[in-house]
């Protein structure tokens, strides 16, 4: 079992900036990937950025330039750096991750919503 943690959600103007966290815990022996969603109201839930355990990336366009991934291996955490928000950008973020045996599980999310 693995337990997800998100925090860093919270209210920012347009064009500021948020660092999301997510923290794994739990019983398990590695974790491949580890991904950050999003789901705004009346909206599918999508994927905004995901980092494998080697270090690759990939990005959604809409995304692309403004937010950076990134994990620490040793700690099991993962971060979203999220500059120059808009606020299209307003949803509940959530933390997914798959074990090297491709069970996955997904955090209880953390609302950031971007408004002046």
Do not use: H
Request: proline share 3%; aromatic share 10%; charged share 20%.
């Amino acid at each position: 079992q693995v337990q997800l943690v998100e925090s860093g959600g919270g209210l920012v103007q347009p064009g500021g900036s948020l660092r999301l966290s997510c923290d794994a815990s739990g019983s398990f022996i590695s974790i491949n990937f580890m991904g950050w969603y999003r789901q705004a109201p009346g909206k599918e839930r999508e994927l905004v950025a995901g980092i494998f355990r080697g270090g690759s990336t990939n990005y959604a366009d809409s995304v692309k330039g403004r937010f950076t991934i990134s994990r620490d291996n040793a700690k099991n955490t993962m971060f979203l750096q999220m500059n120059s928000l808009k606020p299209e950008d307003t949803a509940v973020y959530y933390c997914r991750v798959e074990l090297v045996t491709r069970a996955d599980y997904w955090g209880q999310g953390t609302q950031v919503t971007v408004s002046s």
